[in-house]
């Protein structure tokens, strides 16, 4: 059977037999995700993005202003020096310093708001994502359950950051090239007539529709190859985070081929993506230097035609500066929209890794049942009710479990014991909905944590943090912490044999900069696990083999712990001795198997027990349905 708990090979080489056709071009689904995108970054008009954007809107009018000015000085010059008027000359040099000045401060501010924007699109888009990824089990299901979207983290992470980074550098070029075209246009007409602004406008539709043409093979590479680069990241990351399994079967080799592989594939897809890249700088640098060009042919036509023959050298000299400085900058605006085209296939690359991220953790949000306990009719000394509920792994259409009813109630310890593969950690997946059953209904008749239920899984969870914070952690007091009593945690750390680790990270609120998981032994985290389980104190503590390296000794003395403190426990295990921990061992055992514990009672066996011996057990404390497939469930009475 496959599990969840997929290896790093199963996430990255698996077929993925329900992944989604996606073509990530221009189109209305760019359109779609980038409106989407933009709601998130401006979702009201006195919100700080807005006002960034008013405050640079003004910024690059005020800077164009400036620039126009600077651009005429030129012509300014060629007067003053053919009429060797050194006043003159003299007043335009100072002119021009200050508007020199003038303009280089603008320009600077206009940089400054650009990075205060992109910090603040980067740190809104993130947060968004973020307050959905981390919702529910919107997580475990992207990363575990859907095969149809690649390197979530990478898209938070590493897409975010890009495309808020180049919309950023864009976004001052973009909001002013309007005014800008439309005022050099109208100075270029009354140059040039209609002649000048036609030409330029044939120029600019020219080159947009060639541009288009050439970006459209470009995003959907840059899709895949961004892809590929999360792929190539994450067999690093799994060597770094499996570096000592990997070391005992010297397994350098083979993990150098096989990431070798995934270094080769990315290389192939960057090198196309560069070919195909190449003839749109072809494109661009042709229109760029044809543009220097056309702004000369453009003032050639009326000079040659005698409209401006009245005029003397000095004076023509200066007029042909002038209607050259118009032309070239209405040129250089659209070609300025040319160039962003690399930009812009990068933005759209970006944008539908985003925006199908987003699609998709909405779909998830709105299939995801949320999982409230259930109404007063329930009994308050009961935690779950499984009500004729079948159950299978999601990878597979066979049932692990079917027409199983169970209830679990306070003071009654469960234990559920069976070979690998029979579906021990399924039920609990069912249990914690990480799993949809496929049938019957599950009911939480209490909350989920200290109050309530608390699951322990078999590799323990560590977060990042202080010892504190591992300890207390998923505790509803919020930080810093001030107000939790220290004792407590220093008795449940000796409680759980791990009072070392006090002297080993410096204390309880001293940072440690290391990860959790490369310092502790495997047996050192279920205890710290467990300790974390004492301080929270839940009535009912659902434990997944949560004490499979630890000795015999050691487990018995965790277990009596948590009975002390109240616990109601739910067991997965192996091991005889969890035994006698549990009133209620509930075995998933293979087909026709007769086995016999340590007391001499014998369990029963039953390829399917109907509804006339589910009767008689009704006044037991769960119920019991029948089992097909891999697995059986057998009863053992108290």
Known sequence: MRTPWRTFEDLWESPHPTLRTVDPCWGMSFVQRFCSIQRVLFPSWINQNVLMFGTLLVVTLTEQLIIYQVGVLPSQFYMVLADKDYPGFKNLVGLA??????????????????????????????????????????????????????????????????????????????????FTLAYYTYHCFHSTGWIGPV???????????????????????????????????????QIRVNAESAAFYRAGKVEHMRTDRRLQTLLLTQKSLINKELW???????????????????IAIPIFTGVYDGLSPGELS???????????????????????????????????????????????????????????????????????????????????????????SQGTHLLVVGNTGTGKTSLLRVLNRLWEAESGFVHMTTCFGPRGTLFLPQKPYMTDGTLREQVAFSSKISFPFKSLDDDRILQFLELAGVSSLLKRTGGLDEKVDWNWYDVLSPGEM????????????????????????????AEAQLYRACKQLGMTLVSLGHRSTLEKVAEHP?????????????????????VCLNNSSIKTIENSCFGLGSVYSRCLLVLKNP
């Open 97 to 178: 310093m200050v508007l020199i000045l003038l303009n280089s401060t603008m320009k600077s501010v206009d940089q400054y708001i650009c990075g205060q924007m992109y910090v603040s699109w980067r740190k809104t888009l993130t947060e968004s994502l973020h307050a959905a990824y981390f919702q529910g089990r919107v997580y475990y299901t992207l990363n575990v359950l859907r095969e149809d979207i690649d390197n979530p983290d990478q898209r938070i992470s590493q897409d975010v950051e890009r495309l808020c980074k180049q919309m950023s550098t864009m976004a001052s070029r973009l909001i002013v090239s309007p």
């Open 199 to 237: 030409s330029i406008f044939c120029y600019f539709v020219i080159g947009t529709v060639a541009n288009k043409m050439l970006m459209g093979p470009i995003v959907t590479t840059l899709f895949e190859q961004e892809k590929l680069e999360g792929d190539f990241r994450f067999k690093h990351m």
């Open 280 to 298: 749109l700088y072809i494109g661009v640098n042709t229109f760029d230097y044809v543009g220097g060009f056309l702004s000369y042919i453009i």
């Open 318 to 408: 200066a007029l042909i500066s002038k209607n050259a400085f118009v032309c070239i900058y209405l040129i250089n605006g659209f070609t300025q929209l040319i160039d962003l085209s690399t930009t812009l296939s990068d933005v759209a690359g970006y944008t539908h890794r985003i925006g199908e991220l987003r699609e998709v953790m909405d779909d998830i949000l709105r299939t995801q049942c949320d999982y409230d306990p259930a109404s007063g009719e329930s009994p308050a000394d009961t935690a779950f009710i499984l009500d004729h509920v079948s159950y299978k792994s999601p990878y597979s259409d066979q049932l692990l479990v079917d027409d199983l009813s169970l209830k679990i």
């Open 526 to 553: 279920q205890r710290l696990s467990f300790a974390r389980l004492f301080y929270l104190q839940p009535k009912y503590a659902v434990l997944d083999e949560a004490t499979s390296a630890l000795t015999e000794e």
């Open 586 to 606: 509930c075995m998933l055992r293979t087909p026709g198997r007769v086995s016999q514990n340590q007391h001499g009672i014998k369990l029963m066996t039953s």
